[in-house]
């Protein structure tokens, strides 16, 4: 917005300052006036995964006791949304599931779960702590966000997110 002010404001000066320059500095502004409303109409997604895009990670309570192995893709997308698949693998079986996520919103559209439509679960999640910390893990280490949550389903829950 502020960007779009700033054009404005210069158009009106500078079509006051020469006449012999009007046409070309009318273009120019206008352009910048039309990329600028582009750009504030434009959706920032909250996701930027890609078809192609993979995690594989191993399962363990307590960070210890080896459960199983999860891997998640990015298949494909639907408009502004994506489809996740994941599947685990754990000493429980093998379970595979499908999530519709909007890019702009991380809001779940869509959940298949063993070839069977499910419901979206509606239990909001109250974050406790938070902080920046670095990770170690065998591929290396890396800045990470852990996060520390619950809701009414969920005792407790530690996430590690990657900030970028």
Do not use: C
């Not at 404005?8 to 500078?14: C, E, I, R, W």
């Not at 459960?67 to 997308?77: F, I, R, T, Y």
């Not at 779960?113 to 280490?141: F, H, L, S, Y």
Request: charged share 25%.
């Amino acid at each position: 917005m502020k960007q779009l002010l700033t054009l404005a404001f210069s158009m009106l000066f500078l079509t006051g300052t020469s006449q012999a320059h009007d046409f070309d500095i009318n273009k120019y502004v206008i352009a910048h006036m039309k990329a600028a409303i582009a750009a504030e109409k434009a959706v920032t997604n909250v996701i930027n995964w890609r078809i192609g895009d993979y995690q594989k990670m191993d399962l363990t309570i307590m960070g210890r006791m080896p459960m199983g192995k999860m891997h998640k893709w990015v298949d494909s997308e639907e408009g502004n949304m994506i489809w996740i698949h994941s599947v685990v693998d754990s000493r429980q079986g093998k379970q595979t599931s499908k999530m519709l996520i909007d890019r702009a919103t991380g809001e779940i559209k869509k959940i298949i779960q063993n070839g069977r439509e499910q419901k979206i679960p509606n239990d909001p999640i109250e974050i406790i702590e938070q902080e920046a910390t670095t990770i170690k893990v065998k591929a290396g280490e890396f800045d990470a966000l852990k996060i520390k949550a619950k809701s009414k389903q969920i005792k407790s829950m530690t996430l590690w997110i990657n900030p970028r």
